[in-house]
């Protein structure tokens, strides 16, 4: 089974803080995606990466950015936290394009809350 | 632009089927997900149909695709407690480097 692991469930911080989420994935997976989640707006995808070092804007990157240094992790930055960043954060990987069918698999959520 | 729609919540009784439906926008989609949401968990994939068929049956979980009409329902028989969740429809597009389009969700209520 692909296990997708978000180091954080809860995580609390003051407004301006440079915070930062981790997501691990054990499957060997190309893709890896950062969303966030909202009460009426599903998932919002932040940004997104298909190999090391590669990323891509999401909708709705402003605000954040990314790391991938290594294939199995993918790190989502709050430069300056703001409150309206308050949210549940979401990662998920996949198999890249090309191989059929490719779900996403998604880790437990960060429900970040900013003060 | 692509676009996936869902209602926000259905209810249902405990032991009647539940139907939850999705229309979207994008005509190359090419396979059809749709994911089911815990309280305080992340989603889990509960099944998938691909774009050339027109039905899936897996246990109590049957989807149906009218791709004329863009339209995909998830019924799920004899409803339980455990069902309750919030179940999002999904598409994803080949020439969309693994991009999946998600819906807004639909909120799964059991009443006794």
């Known amino acids: 089974d692909v296990k997708v692991t978000q180091s954080s469930r809860y995580l609390v911080k003051r407004t301006g803080e440079k915070v930062f989420l981790e997501c691990v994935q054990d499957?060997?997976?190309?893709?890896m995606f950062w969303y966030r989640q909202d009460p009426g707006l599903g998932l919002r995808l932040i940004y997104f990466?298909?190999?090391?070092?590669?990323?891509e804007k999401g909708d709705i990157p402003e605000g954040y950015s990314v790391s991938r240094e290594k294939k199995e992790r993918f790190s989502l930055i709050l430069e300056s936290a703001s409150t309206n960043q308050t949210s549940m954060y979401l990662c998920?990987?996949?198999?890249?394009?090309?191989?059929?069918?490719?779900?996403?698999?998604f880790g437990d959520g960060t429900r970040l809350s900013i003060l | 632009g692509e676009d996936v729609e869902q209602s926000l919540f259905l209810s249902v009784r405990e032991g009647d089927s539940s139907v939850i439906n999705c229309t979207y926008t994008d005509s190359s989609s090419t396979y059809l997900y749709w994911y089911k949401q815990e309280p305080g968990a992340g989603l889990q994939l509960l099944t998938y149909i691909f774009s050339n068929m027109d039905m899936k049956q897996d246990q109590r979980l049957t989807v149906l695709l009218n791709k004329k009409d863009k339209h995909l329902s998830l019924r799920i028989a004899d409803t339980q407690t455990g069902d309750s969740a919030i179940y999002f429809c999904?598409?994803?597009?080949?020439?969309?480097?693994?991009?999946?389009?998600f819906g807004s969700g639909t909120r799964l209520s059991i009443r006794p």
């Open positions: 499957m060997d997976h190309e893709n």
């Open positions: 999904a598409e994803s597009q080949y020439s969309s480097a693994s991009k999946i389009i």
């Open positions: 998920a990987s996949s198999s890249p394009r090309g191989e059929g069918n490719q779900p996403q698999h």
């Open positions: 990466s298909y190999d090391v070092k590669m990323k």
